[in-house]
Structure formats: C-alpha cells, structure tokens
C-alpha cells in the first residue's frame, strides 16, 4: 500500500513538470523575452529599442529625441518591475495578435513589439488601432525606457545616432487626409465643396474619423485646396497625402 502511495505521488509530480514545461518559453536566462522597437516618424518621435532578458536585465539602444538619454544602457530591473511585466505579457495571448496592423498613415512611427512565448518568438508590428491589451504592453515598455536608473555602457556619437539619414516626404497632391470635427455631417460637408469636384476615396482607419478625398486639380491648385480645408471650422485636421514606399521599415 506503502508503495503504490509513493508511486501515485511521483507520478503525480513528474505529470505537474511536464505540464508546467509544455508552457515554458524558450528564453533561457540571459536570452531576450520581451522587446520593443520604436522607429522613425517625419518629426521628432523617439528613437529606440529596449530588450527585457530572461532574469530582469534590460538593455536600452536610444538613437534619437529619448529625453535624457543617447547611447547604449543596461540595468537590472527590480524582481517587481520584472514580473509585472512579464505577467501583463503572459496574460496578453500575445501569440494570437496578427503579425502586422496595417496603417494608412505614414507620418506615425512602426513600432515592433516582441515577447518569447509556448516555444514561440512573435513579432507584432503597427502604428495605431491597435488591441488594448497591446497598446498597455506598449505603455508599460514605453514607461521602462524612460525610466531612470540606467547605466551608460557607450554614448552614441552624432554620426551614429543619425546612422538613418530623414527622408524628405513625398506628397501626394491630388490626396488630402481630413479628421472632421465631432458633429460635422459629410454628406452634407461634401456638397459644399461640389464645384471643386472634392470626394471621398475611403476612410483610413475603422476606429478613427481620417478620410482620404480627392478633388479636381482643373478646378483648384493643391494649395489652395489645402488651404479652404484648413480654415474650415468643420475639419479638425487637413493635411497631403505621402507616399509610403520610400519609408522602408519605419
């Protein structure tokens, strides 16, 4: 009887390790287990990546406009700060995000999330209407990177923060973005504007108020186009259209 006890409980505890295994991630210490990467907008977005090591050792790369900061950092992250983090990943379903968000919006930076999980490196990248339980995963390393308590391992020289030289938008003329104001009715916001052959070509993002329009550059030069949108009381925002392609992995 003795026996059998003994066996059921070795049994027991060799199927709780399997299971616990079955769901280990494939980081070992020292190896990264989350990340995040913020690349380059048109304007002064930061610049940066930050790596979360299996263990609680971080390593931060800020290239360019991370307040405070220009180099290559390293610190140790408290046990509390750690699990936090790696908890809100855990519970994110972080490997059933689609790998990319498209965007229409080529001002705003990409950013590419990472986390090691069920023997899995997923990749997410995107720039807006993004799932909450991401963006907070977004907050939490954003928050990290500007931290305090990082130790300068090698400043970055001029040179190597500007390793990516900006490139110049190319605009889109004959395509304007507009935000309305909350309240304005298109349809009859459209009609106003019938003489210069203004239309929609198709709204930009599903849980923001951006729509791409066109008009009739016989009837209106782009400028002025641009202009009467700007000086409209019922559009919040007005601005050309840019081509994306050029842009690369941003």
Do not use: H
Not at 25 to 36: L, R
Not at 49 to 62: D, F, H, R
Request: hydrophobic content about 35%; overall charge positive; glycine content about 6%.
């Amino acid at each position: 009887m003795k026996l059998r006890y003994i066996l059921a409980i070795v049994s027991m505890a060799f199927i709780m390790t399997s299971c616990s295994n079955k769901f280990a991630t494939k980081a070992k210490d020292g190896e990264v287990e989350m990340s995040i990467r913020k690349g380059m907008c048109f304007g002064k977005c930061p610049v940066y990546s930050l790596k979360v090591m299996k263990g609680g050792m971080a390593e931060l790369s800020a290239q360019k406009f991370l307040p405070g900061k220009r180099g290559l950092y390293r610190k140790k992250l408290d046990k509390a700060t750690y699990n936090d983090l790696l908890q809100a990943f855990a519970e994110s379903d972080f490997t059933k995000f689609p790998s990319d968000y498209k965007s229409m919006i080529p001002d705003l930076p990409l950013i590419t999330i990472g986390y090691v999980a069920e023997d899995t490196l997923a990749l997410v990248k995107g720039k807006e209407d993004r799932p909450s339980n991401l963006m907070q995963l977004q907050y939490k390393m954003e928050k990290l990177a500007k931290s305090e308590g990082w130790d300068l391992i090698k400043e970055y020289a001029r040179e190597e923060e500007n390793t990516r030289e900006e490139e110049k938008p190319v605009y889109i003329y004959s395509e304007i973005i507009i935000l309305p104001n909350p309240g304005t009715m298109l349809p009859k916001w459209f009609k106003s504007y019938e003489e210069f052959g203004l239309r929609v070509l198709k709204k930009i993002t599903p849980n923001q108020n951006y729509w791409l329009v066109t008009y009739d550059q016989g009837k209106v030069k782009p400028e002025k186009m641009l202009t009467m949108l700007k000086a409209d009381s019922a559009i919040k925002e007005a601005e050309f259209n840019k081509e994306t392609s050029t842009r690369g992995d941003r």
